[in-house]
């Protein structure tokens, strides 16, 4: 600025300058708020299909219950229960991981409705757990009886899904528990930093004499 320049502002006469900084740090927010918006897309694995199907109707009883998952989880903590109407567990040993797949061996299978229930921890640490449902037609399947029903208590419903299932299994991501990941942090820091520094250099600028 020059020194008359500098002399009609302070007179008055003309509106305060700007900081010079201000369009390098306009720029270096409207990166922040790019990388803010597509972090929450990649923050957790998800599950994306499952072998059978949710809510399809197989004719053959399966030997196994494959989960497809969107990123790696981790193994020794996934657990995958299958259980008929009967409330019984026909689980066969412990899943097995291959690559984004989950495996689960399961005994012979009765007929009629047939419940998966999981849980699994994904790569970066965040608790996961779902549950659905498929109907086994095998005409060879034994029949069960349904599990006595047991009153139940507390408020109706269950935890509301943050993430879509594959193939219309319900995906629940765990909350309180999930350690928020690095880029969330570290964007959330340099926004409000920017931000400070931004409102800092706008009220200096307003009130130089």
Do not use: C
């Not at 897309?41 to 998800?46: D, F, S």
């Not at 809510?55 to 219950?65: I, L, N, T, W």
């Not at 097995?96 to 495996?103: K, M, P, Y």
């Amino acid at each position: 600025m020059t020194e008359s320049a500098t002399t009609s502002w302070r007179a008055g006469r003309g509106p305060a300058p700007l900081p010079a900084a201000l369009p390098a740090l306009l720029v270096l927010l409207a990166l922040l708020l790019v990388v803010a918006a597509a972090a929450p897309a990649r923050a957790h694995a998800r599950l994306v299909g499952s072998d059978p199907a949710a809510g399809s109707a197989v004719s053959r009883s399966p030997e196994s219950v494959t989960l497809t998952f969107d990123g790696p989880v981790k193994q020794q903590f996934t657990s995958i229960a299958v259980s008929g109407a009967d409330g019984v567990s026909y689980s066969d040993g412990t899943p097995g991981a291959f690559n984004d797949d989950v495996e689960q061996k399961v005994k012979a299978l009765p007929s009629g409705e047939i419940v998966v229930t999981w849980r699994t921890v994904a790569a970066d640490g965040a608790p996961l757990q779902g549950r659905y449902t498929f109907t086994n037609t095998d005409p060879a399947a034994p029949a069960v009886s349904p599990a006595p029903s047991s009153p139940t208590t507390g408020t109706a419903g269950g935890t509301p899904s943050r993430r879509g299932g594959g193939a219309g299994a319900t995906d629940t991501a765990g909350n309180g528990d999930a350690p928020l990941p690095a880029l969330w942090l570290v964007g959330g820091a340099s926004l409000v930093a920017v931000l400070a520094l931004l409102g800092v250099l706008l009220v200096r600028s307003v009130r130089r004499p």
